[in-house]
């Protein structure tokens, strides 16, 4: 068999002619992909400034000063972001309903490059500037799935189905690579964490109580007797470290993968609230499907056209190779090429932590997100702490901060609100998991409560003290448990909790405006 080298990268990076193709599941993709930007922003449009805003819980314009004084000219690459133009309320804002413009035309199919860019551009933005409220996995899952995007969408002001300029077969591979990593590199971690509980499959046990943000869906899987955790804990691995291959295996079984990794994420959907991260993981499996099995789930009108991409104008590979052809190929072959080489690297390195590999490549992406390693729930939470916020006048009768999302009043259920990320309960549930130490943020909320800051009093869901901001604020540590079901019958409750004591220093505003610490605190949780 004769091997033609010269035309492998037009093959693998070009334009894919081959027929059943994959422009309905690109289309479906895109839309999807846009819808979930569209939740990031959204979520941030109500939370950025009292995230990183000149009066937030970190402002972003000191954290980059002390960027800028330390990296100097180099700031820029290790900090890729708009704010270093200005990070005043406005600007912050104006990044964010920037990206929800783009997001909501990519779902529209306009200019879907172009706005992909902007998507990116805004969202590394604030992912950058954002420093506790940026740590998530989901955000790198975010920024690599749009970055590999940018290659995979269609070219064109309003491209449809895009039959001109079909996906290349890079581009497809690695977002399903992705989709791949994500759950094997999952798998991975739990093996290497050596947590007893996924040895002996108690690792559901109190999984759904002990999640960031459950639903009230989780308070009945919670119920269920141990056998049932137990199986789903032994599926959780067997699809991660084995079934997750099944997905370069020939068209049958990966439409059957589809069918599989889609009921499951809409297991954990319902059970959890982890903001975008299992809808991406679910539209990541749209890509499973090609044109021939999506044209049955269209209109009839539509049906030809999917299933036949030359239904619409298109052009031959040869047409393609002009200048700007052979520019957009090498483009596209070098930063493809690059993510593959870092995440398969990372992949290697997690099992081999002295394997000889290069480390440069990675090291270049880091600060953009965009080839990032996962391990979801390699250790399993063991209790659940809740961080209340207390304010009182006279030091004797504390009235507490009513939060937004987070478990606090024992007879309100749990409720579903992913994708919206609540960043600022979502980073609480973690403080509670370590020590005050490590998580300053929480005495800087306690300092923004004193002084009355709006912009951080709209992160939860009413100001107890509104006129004036109380003398004092404290920081108490709940550990909370879901009731069962005579409890749930008879009193009507959801929860169970008691209180462990303080979690960081108790702070006093002096008449002058001084802020002085009243008492410190005694107790420390135990880790995970």
């Known amino acids: 068999m004769n091997l033609d080298f010269k035309s492998f990268p037009q093959r693998l990076f070009g334009p894919d002619f081959a027929a059943p193709g994959f422009l309905a599941a690109r289309w479906l993709f895109l839309r999807a992909l846009g819808l979930i930007f569209f939740s990031a922003f959204y979520s941030l449009a109500f939370q950025i400034r009292g995230l ?14 002390h960027v800028a004084q330390v990296l100097g000219s180099a700031r820029i690459w290790y900090a890729p972001t708009l704010y270093w133009w200005s990070s005043s309320d406005r600007f912050l804002l104006g990044v964010v309903i920037a990206g929800m413009v783009a997001s909501l035309l990519l779902v529209l199919n306009i200019f879907p490059r172009a706005m992909l860019a902007v998507c990116m551009v805004a969202f590394l933005s604030f992912i950058a500037a954002a420093q506790d409220f940026a740590s998530y996995q989901s955000d790198g899952m975010l920024l690599e799935a749009g970055f590999i995007s940018l290659f995979f969408a269609p070219s064109g002001w309003r491209p449809r189905w895009g039959a001109s300029d079909p996906p290349s077969r890079a581009s497809r591979y690695l977002l399903i690579w992705l989709m791949f990593r994500i759950y094997f590199e999952s798998g991975i971690a739990k093996i290497l964490g050596h947590d007893p509980e996924w040895r002996d499959f108690t690792a559901m046990d109190q999984y759904y109580q002990n999640g960031p943000l459950p639903t009230w869906f989780a308070w009945y899987a919670h119920q269920l007797p141990h056998s049932f955790h ?64 999506l044209a049955r789930c269209f209109p009839r009108i539509l049906r030809a056209r999917v299933a036949s991409p030359g239904a619409e104008k298109t052009i031959s590979p040869d047409a393609a190779q002009d200048w700007r052809g052979n520019l957009r190929l ?41 080839a990032n390693e996962f391990g979801l729930f390699a250790v399993m939470t063991r209790e659940r702490y809740e961080i209340e916020f207390q304010g009182s006048r006279d030091g004797q009768n504390w009235t507490p901060y009513p939060f937004r999302n987070k478990p606090q009043d024992v007879h309100a259920p749990p409720r579903i609100y992913a994708p919206y990320q609540p960043r600022f309960d979502w980073n609480l549930w973690f403080a509670s998991l370590g020590s005050w130490r490590q998580y300053p943020f929480v005495v800087n909320v306690e300092e923004r409560l004193l002084e009355g800051q709006p912009d951080v009093l709209a992160l939860f869901a009413a100001n107890p003290f509104p006129g004036n901001p109380p003398e004092k604020i404290r920081a108490v540590l709940w550990q909370y448990w879901f009731t069962d079901w005579s409890e749930k019958r008879q009193q009507g409750l959801w929860w169970r909790r008691e209180e462990i004591g303080l979690y960081a220093p108790s702070l006093e505003r002096l008449p002058g405006g001084k802020i002085t610490v009243l008492e410190m605190p005694e107790i420390s949780p135990s880790l995970p």
Request: hydrophobic share 60%; charged share 10%; net charge neutral.
């Open 230 to 293: 137990a199986v789903t804990a032994a599926l959780t691995l067997l699809l991660e470290l084995v079934l997750i291959f099944a997905i370069f295996l020939p068209r049958p079984v990966r439409i059957a993968m589809f069918f599989l990794i889609t009921a499951w994420q809409a297991g954990v959907i319902l059970t959890s609230n982890y903001a975008f991260l299992n809808y991406l993981v679910l539209i990541l499996g749209i890509l499973l499907l090609d044109d021939k099995f």
């Open 52 to 65: 990183i805003g000149p009066n937030g819980i970190l402002p972003a314009q000191d954290y980059l000063a």
């Open 330 to 370: 090498g483009v596209q072959a070098i930063f493809l090429t690059w993510i593959f080489y870092a995440t398969s690297a990372l992949l290697i390195l997690m099992p081999f932590p002295t394997a000889p590999l290069p480390t440069s490549p990675i090291r270049a992406l880091e600060p953009f997100r965009v």
